[in-house]
Each structure stands twice: as structure tokens, then as C-alpha cells.
């Protein structure tokens, strides 16, 4: 008896939760599916769509934290974007693998934003010369950037969804408030600081955010390189670079083993030089963002760290 009675409850709360689950995933089908590459486009939506998501499921591929540059998708990560409503990816270097997983699309009104080719054809429109410079595909540490993408999105989202375009265009606006402030901040406190280079001890993805404010940079690799290790004369020039600087801080990314700068510091010899981490949003996790991480708080952040790397 005290068996049965054990099993019968478990086969009732196995029932009902398989009942449950039918409408729930019914439900979910009906609703705009969202799939994002990376994580600042994730947020970006997330932050349109605002608290009402009834009628979406807004969805990040690499969500394991994994950097992007070695990221390649899973089948379940294809089968995913397959069927996406909107798919937003960067469209640089790292993104190769996404033309192939396009191929596997089973929704023929998929709306693809490629942010990088957005971003062009802003500034073509913005500009009569020819842009002969090569496009870095961190796109998203411009803030004036991110305020083109996120109007893009909010396009999208809106045309997906009109019966929620108020609310999308309301939150878009405060949102893009929020990245004026910002970027406001940005200007007021560079200009405000005693020096102006940037010393980066590891490979170097802020190159819009350095162009937006006048800062000079002197960083160990280029913004995609795969190199880890730093030549003597990589060393040799940093640390020359970072005594004539006069700034008493170098800069590494998230994650870094700050082994470069343990080395260019010593070659300095400036022994009191901070090492500070800025923050690329490039290899953010998901249940990071479940934890409140947001693209502007990190922007925000990335401010604070690089007013102490110029002081």
C-alpha cells in the first residue's frame, strides 16, 4: 500500500505536467522568435520589447559565455535560427558560419539584420566620399553605433509586431536617452582627464570607442587577432609607449591572464602601474544577463575603469 500510494501521485504529477506543457509550448510557437548571435544585441532587444513579451521569445545563440571569435553553432543552435522570425547577427569575421546556417531556414519571412552592413549603409547616407577604411565588427563599443543598430531592431520589432509599435517606439526613445547620457558622459570625462593614450596589454576591439573620443591607444595585437603571445619588440614598444604616456594603468581584456602585462609593466619598470580590465561584451553568458548585467551598465563601467587608466 505505502508503494502505490507513492507511485499514483507521481504518475498524476507526470501527467499533469505533460498536459500542462502542450499549451504552454503552443503558446510559445505563436509567439515572434528572436534569435541574436551575441549578447549586446540580446540586451539591446530585450530592452525595446520592455516587460510586455506575450507576444515574443527573444533568444542569444552563444549564451555559454563563449567568446565569439571561436564560437561555432551546435545543430541545435541551426535548427534554432532555422526557424527565428528575426535573426540579428554582427556580419563581421566571426559570423562566416552564419551564411551557411541561413541555408537551413525554414521560415521564409525571416527578417535578417546584418548590423555591420546597417551601419554602412548609415554612414554612406551620412557621407558622400568613399569609406576606404576597413570595418572593425565591434560595432557595439561605439555607443553611436549601438543607437543605429537599436533603431534597427526596434524597426524590425515593430513591423513583426504592430500591435505592440507604441510600446517598442516608446521604449526605443528611452532607451536611446539613456545611450545619449552615456555617450555625453563618455566626452565630458575624456576631455576632462590629464592624458589621452590608452596602453592595452592585450588584443584591442575598442577602436570606435577610441575614435568617437580623440583617444590614442597603443594595445599588443589588433581587434581579431588570434595571437596570445607578445614579441620582444611588442613588449619593448608598449613599454616604451606606456613610460612616455604618462598615464600609471594599462588595460586587458575580460578573462585575460594579464600575462603581457605583468611583463610590460616590469620592462617599464613601474612597479606601482595598476592593471584594469575593460570590459568587451564580446564572450557575456547568459545567466549573466539573468543576473542584471546590461550593456549599458558595462558601458558604464568600461567609463569608470578608462577615467582611472587616464588619470
Not at 98 to 116: F, G, H, R
Not at 133 to 162: F, G, M, T
Amino acid at each position: 500500500m505505502k508503494i502505490r500510494k507513492i507511485i499514483i501521485p507521481a504518475a498524476l504529477i507526470a501527467l499533469a505536467l505533460f498536459s500542462s506543457c502542450t499549451p504552454k509550448k503552443a503558446i510559445l510557437e505563436d509567439r515572434i522568435k528572436i534569435v541574436n548571435t551575441v549578447f549586446p544585441p540580446y540586451d539591446w532587444t530585450s530592452a525595446i520589447i520592455g516587460m510586455d513579451d506575450s507576444k515574443t521569445t527573444n533568444s542569444l545563440v552563444a549564451k555559454n559565455g563563449l567568446d565569439m571569435h571561436n564560437y561555432q553553432p551546435s545543430t541545435s543552435d541551426i535548427i534554432q535560427i532555422s526557424s527565428a522570425d528575426i535573426f540579428i547577427y554582427i556580419g563581421g569575421e566571426s559570423d562566416a558560419w552564419v551564411k551557411e546556417a541561413l541555408k537551413n531556414s525554414t521560415n521564409p519571412n525571416m527578417k535578417i539584420l546584418n548590423l555591420m552592413e546597417i551601419i554602412k549603409e548609415k554612414d554612406s547616407l551620412l557621407s558622400e566620399e568613399e569609406d576606404e577604411n576597413e570595418y572593425d565588427e565591434h560595432i557595439w563599443l561605439s555607443l553611436r553605433k549601438a543607437k543605429i543598430c537599436v533603431e534597427a531592431i526596434s524597426q524590425a520589432l515593430c513591423e513583426k509586431v504592430p500591435e505592440l509599435a507604441e510600446n517598442y517606439k516608446k521604449n526605443t526613445d528611452e532607451y536611446i536617452e539613456e545611450l545619449d547620457l552615456l555617450d555625453a558622459s563618455f566626452k565630458s570625462v575624456i576631455t576632462s582627464t590629464p592624458h589621452n593614450t590608452l596602453i592595452f596589454c592585450d588584443r584591442f576591439p575598442f577602436r570606435y570607442l577610441t575614435e568617437d573620443y580623440g583617444l590614442n591607444y597603443s594595445a599588443a595585437f589588433d581587434g581579431c587577432s588570434a595571437e596570445t603571445e607578445a614579441s620582444f619588440e611588442t613588449v619593448a614598444r608598449l613599454s616604451k609607449n606606456l613610460n612616455e604616456s604618462g598615464v600609471n594603468a594599462v588595460l586587458v581584456l575580460e578573462n585575460s591572464d594579464k600575462k603581457i602585462a605583468r611583463t610590460v609593466i616590469a620592462n617599464a619598470k613601474k612597479p606601482k602601474c595598476d592593471t584594469l580590465v575593460l570590459d568587451s561584451l564580446q564572450s557575456t553568458a547568459l545567466h549573466e544577463a539573468f543576473n542584471g548585467k546590461t550593456y549599458i551598465g558595462t558601458m558604464r563601467e568600461n567609463l569608470g575603469t578608462i577615467k582611472k587608466a587616464l588619470e
